[in-house]
């Protein structure tokens, strides 16, 4: 069965760091896609980045980057240089059918 | 501008009452979901359909139903055989592939009164 799991219910950051958010996942499928969104406080889910499971490199969008390592199944997300406005719930997404998603990680980002 | 609208962002149901919510695409994509989320959890999935005149159950699909009549559209009706039903509820399209992202709408925040 899918599973998706991440384990940080909270994380702080300070402003200009790198934070990496985990997830890994569990599927017998060999093809699949994972997805990060990003939940701000008003409510709207936005997508990110994918990385599909033959995808050889690492999918990179701006200051998002995921580390995905496949005999690992994690998909690890990270962000550069925080600002403030990364404070959010981000969520780990897989899909094969429709997407199933991770319990989510709360980031805030400190001045 | 393409999108996704979902209508009311606020609404209130009475115990016994049925509600619908609206979920109106321009993306011309062929997949439509609804997914509920409680507080600090994770999105689960209601409803979806891939085409149109055709949809499938998700993991919580018990006290929902859906319609598909067009592509355009996917409403969610809440009954009153959903005994708890106050939640945020998510809807999104996108193109049938693995490799596409979800485009989301902003959300109905529903509460049982």
């Known amino acids: 069965a899918q599973k998706i799991t991440q384990t940080q219910p909270g994380m702080f950051v300070q402003e200009k760091e790198a934070v990496t958010l985990d997830c890994t996942y569990d599927t017998s499928d060999p093809s699949y896609g994972l997805f990060w969104y990003k939940q701000p406080s008003s409510g709207e889910m936005i997508f990110l980045i994918y990385q599909g499971s033959y995808d050889q490199q690492n999918a990179t969008e701006g200051r998002y980057s995921l580390n995905f390592q496949k005999a690992r199944k994690s998909a690890n997300l990270v962000i550069s240089a925080s600002q403030l406005g990364d404070s959010a719930m981000y969520f780990c997404?897989?899909?094969?059918?429709?997407?199933?998603f991770g319990q989510g990680t709360e980031l805030s980002v400190k001045p | 501008d393409g999108g996704i609208t979902q209508s009311p962002k606020y609404l209130f149901r009475k115990e016994g009452q049925n509600v619908t919510l609206s979920c109106e695409q321009n993306l011309n994509h062929d997949a439509m979901y609804w997914y509920r989320q409680d507080p600090g959890q994770g999105l689960r999935l209601i409803y979806y359909s891939q085409i149109v005149n055709d949809f499938q159950k998700g993991d919580i699909a018990e006290g929902y139903s859906v319609s598909r009549e067009k592509k355009e559209s996917f409403p969610l009706t809440v009954t009153s055989a959903q005994k708890n039903p106050t939640a945020f509820y998510l809807c999104?399209?996108?193109?049938?592939?693995?490799?596409?992202?979800?485009?989301f709408g902003s959300g109905t925040r529903l509460t049982v009164v």
């Open positions: 997404a897989m899909r094969e059918g429709p997407s199933i």
């Open positions: 999104a399209s996108s193109a049938d592939r693995v490799s596409y992202g979800y485009t």
